[in-house]
């Protein structure tokens, strides 16, 4: 455990949570970062490769080749895109595994005035709050 009162080790540690999270997620796409919750009996992701998924797209939205449990944007996915790999992995590993696979985001469709440069976003929903990704914009 680091406490306050070490910078050195605090900035040593995040620098080695950088380095990991760079060797293990997408960087090179857009994302929308690790979606799937982790179910009680393994990761969600490795049920997703096992499962065969890996490198499976719907239209430009696709399962990470790197890490199974993002879904990343190959360049111009739509709303549908994405809502129906989701779907689309949710339904396989149920058929595989006979898990619900549960989803850690919500999905909203851009609909508002507000919102209308926007044609995809989605809320992720964590811990410690609220954070948007936006996937696409017009």
Partial sequence: ???????????????????RRMKSQPQ?????GSIFKRPNVDFAAR??????????????????????????NKGNASFEDFKCLVEYVKHVVYEKYKLVQAIKIIILKASTPALIRLSLYIVIVQKLGITFHVAKTV
Avoid: C, T, W
Avoid at 47 to 72: P, R, T
């Fill in 1 to 19: 455990r680091i406490s306050r009162d070490n910078p050195k080790a605090i900035l040593l540690k995040m620098a080695d949570i950088r380095h």
């Fill in 47 to 72: 049920l997703i490769d096992e499962a065969g998924l890996k490198g499976v797209s719907m239209g430009d939205a696709q399962i990470s080749e790197k890490h199974a449990g993002f879904i990343i």
């Fill in 28 to 32: 090179n796409a857009p994302s929308l």
